[in-house]
């Protein structure tokens, strides 16, 4: 009898599962990709000096987890899947005059905020960094998370429209200070194995420590192990008060590396101008741009947006994420995202 009903029930959901997949079919994923050159990146020799890891370890991550790839796949398709949905909705004449329900869109998410663990792990007392610098940071990302951020109103006419409020904030937790003899920790999250993340699938963690080898930064994207979850950065470039170094002292490092932990990719796609940071609304670019790039600056036929913070710009010449990344990132917190521990 049990096998009966199970029969009857898997006949009775066919139609449905016909629709989903009539559905999933239209999402287009032709140009997904993962693994990239950026261990050899950069259009010119003089940008072989990546600021960030995020993408070196995502290549590691791939090759040392076989589900990796079907699962950060499977995230993107989710993302844009939902946001597929919400751009039909919007553009449906007379949508919600019908009785219809609107389906969930990323703008219907309210606030989302994130509680954060903070990991001083140092070796002398420079690296040990005040609570000061600390707050420091942590205002620095609610400010650019939120556009308030004195410096937005720098963006040029050709993007002001683009700049976005995200919707995403920050509430610090707790901070925990870890003395070491260790003076460097390098790439391979040597630091979150020895300072193990607090409550990962609902709480941001960021191990502050010396990375070494000119690396301001790195982060791990959704989907990747949840015992090294998190964003690695250097005291340094933590905040913008102390122990700071210019011109990466004002914080910036720690909004790129959280925009990655969020989905958001390079700016330039980190590939030639045909690879893309699967956001419509930043222009394509073959390459990071450095220090304090006059506007505009053509790449690719059109003009970058050097003021993104997933570019590798100064931090004094970042300050902004635009509406595409806003939506981006906001899927990760809705049905089937990567973390909607945060919101539920
Ligand atoms: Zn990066």
Same mark, same amino acid.
């Given at each position: +009898?049990?096998?009966?009903?199970?029969?009857?029930?898997?006949?009775?959901?066919?139609?449905?599962?016909?629709?989903?997949? @009539?559905?999933?079919?239209?999402?287009? +994923?032709?140009?997904?990709?993962? %693994?990239?050159?950026?261990?050899?990146?950069?259009?010119?020799?003089?940008?072989?000096?990546?600021?960030?890891?995020?993408?070196?370890?995502?290549?590691?991550?791939?090759?040392?987890?076989?589900?990796?790839?079907?699962?950060? %796949?499977?995230?993107?398709?989710?993302?844009?899947?939902?946001?597929?949905?919400?751009?039909?909705?919007?553009?449906?004449?007379?949508?919600?005059? #019908?009785?219809?329900?609107?389906?969930?869109?990323?703008? *219907?998410?309210?606030?989302?905020?994130?509680?954060?663990?903070?990991?001083?792990? =140092?070796?002398?007392?420079?690296?040990?960094?005040? #609570?000061?610098?600390?707050?420091?940071? +942590?205002?620095?990302?609610?400010?650019?998370?939120?556009?308030?951020?004195?410096?937005?109103?720098?963006?040029?006419?050709?993007?002001?429209?683009?700049?976005?409020?995200?919707?995403?904030?920050?509430?610090?937790?707790?901070?925990?200070?870890?003395?070491?003899?260790?003076? @460097?920790?390098?790439?391979?999250?040597?630091?979150?194995?020895?300072?193990?993340?607090?409550?990962?699938? &609902?709480?941001?963690?960021?191990?502050?420590?010396?990375?070494?080898? !000119?690396?301001?930064?790195?982060? @791990?994207?959704?989907?990747?192990?949840?015992?090294?979850?998190?964003?690695?950065? !250097?005291? @340094?470039?933590?905040?913008?008060?102390? %122990?700071?170094?210019?011109?990466?002292?004002?914080?910036?490092?720690?909004?790129?590396?959280?925009?990655?932990?969020?989905?958001?990719?390079?700016?330039?796609?980190?590939?030639?101008?045909?690879?893309?940071?699967?956001?419509?609304?930043?222009?394509?670019?073959?390459?990071? *741009?450095?220090?304090?790039?006059? =506007?505009?600056?053509? &790449?690719?036929?059109?003009?970058?947006?050097? +003021?993104?913070?997933?570019?590798?710009?100064?931090?004094?010449?970042?300050?902004?994420?635009?509406?595409?990344?806003?939506?981006?990132?906001?899927?990760?917190?809705?049905?089937?995202?990567?973390?909607?521990?945060?919101?539920?």
């Amino acid at each position: +009898m049990a096998a009966l009903a199970f029969l009857f029930a898997s006949c009775e959901q066919d139609p449905t599962e016909n629709i989903v997949e @009539q559905q999933e079919a239209q999402v287009d +994923m032709s140009d997904f990709y993962l %693994y990239t050159d950026a261990d050899a990146d950069g259009k010119s020799a003089e940008n072989a000096n990546a600021k960030c890891y995020s993408m070196r370890n995502l290549n590691r991550l791939l090759n040392e987890n076989d589900d990796l790839h079907k699962k950060m %796949y499977n995230i993107e398709k989710n993302t844009r899947s939902i946001l597929a949905k919400s751009a039909n909705a919007k553009g449906k004449p007379g949508s919600g005059g #019908d009785g219809d329900t609107e389906p969930p869109a990323p703008d *219907n998410l309210g606030t989302v905020n994130i509680p954060v663990v903070i990991h001083v792990v =140092y070796s002398n007392a420079q690296e040990n960094i005040s #609570d000061a610098q600390i707050n420091s940071q +942590m205002a620095i990302l609610n400010e650019d998370f939120r556009a308030t951020n004195s410096d937005a109103t720098n963006v040029p006419a050709e993007f002001a429209g683009l700049v976005a409020d995200s919707e995403i904030s920050f509430t610090l937790t707790q901070v925990m200070r870890h003395s070491d003899s260790r003076t @460097q920790w390098g790439t391979n999250d040597a630091v979150k194995y020895a300072y193990p993340p607090v409550s990962p699938s &609902n709480t941001l963690n960021i191990w502050v420590c010396n990375i070494g080898g !000119g690396i301001l930064g790195y982060a @791990q994207f959704p989907g990747g192990p949840l015992e090294t979850d998190g964003v690695v950065v !250097g005291p @340094q470039y933590f905040g913008n008060t102390g %122990y700071v170094a210019s011109p990466f002292d004002q914080g910036r490092t720690t909004t790129h590396e959280v925009g990655h932990y969020l989905n958001l990719r390079h700016i330039w796609g980190d590939g030639r101008c045909r690879q893309d940071d699967f956001v419509a609304d930043t222009p394509t670019s073959d390459g990071p *741009n450095y220090g304090c790039p006059s =506007y505009p600056t053509v &790449n690719c036929k059109n003009n970058d947006m050097t +003021m993104n913070y997933m570019d590798y710009t100064d931090d004094a010449c970042m300050y902004m994420f635009s509406e595409g990344q806003k939506a981006r990132m906001r899927t990760i917190f809705m049905d089937g995202g990567p973390r909607t521990g945060f919101v539920n």
